[in-house]
């Protein structure tokens, strides 16, 4: 008993004399996706998992397009512009970023 509240307060201490850390904003963090790179490092990918991909990359308001054939279409946001990005489904290569007119 006597060991848990001696640990217990040396935790406390230390959160309460800890200078505070500043937090990082998150949107200093960029991924570039360019065309031939890899969003699955060369393993086949279904449609929502591309979509899910572009979206932890960066990606807002990400929109299936097209899933049919070997090549899936999306649409979505990216820095204040709006582009198509168009993956192979066998091996989640980036085949096309093109940006679009709103």
Same mark, same amino acid.
């Given at each position: 008993?006597?060991?848990?509240?001696?640990?217990?307060?040396a935790?406390?201490?230390?959160?309460?004399?800890?200078?505070?850390?500043?937090?990082?904003?998150?949107?200093?963090?960029?991924i570039?996706?360019?065309?031939?790179?890899?969003?699955?490092?060369? %393993? &086949?990918?279904?449609?929502?998992?591309?979509?899910? #991909?572009? !979206?932890?990359?960066?990606?807002?308001? *990400? $929109? /299936? @397009?097209?899933?049919?054939?070997?090549?899936?279409?999306?649409?979505?946001? %990216? &820095?204040?512009?709006?582009?198509?990005?168009?993956? #192979?489904? !066998?091996?989640?290569?980036?085949?096309? *970023? $093109? /940006? @679009?007119?709103?």
């Amino acid at each position: 008993m006597k060991r848990t509240m001696i640990a217990v307060i040396a935790v406390t201490l230390g959160l309460l004399l800890a200078p505070a850390l500043p937090a990082s904003d998150a949107s200093a963090v960029t991924i570039n996706i360019n065309i031939g790179s890899s969003i699955s490092n060369g %393993r &086949g990918i279904t449609c929502a998992q591309g979509e899910r #991909r572009l !979206r932890n990359r960066g990606w807002r308001d *990400v $929109r /299936r @397009i097209d899933c049919r054939g070997s090549r899936f279409v999306y649409r979505g946001w %990216r &820095g204040g512009n709006r582009y198509e990005v168009v993956l #192979r489904s !066998r091996d989640g290569r980036v085949m096309s *970023v $093109r /940006r @679009i007119r709103r």
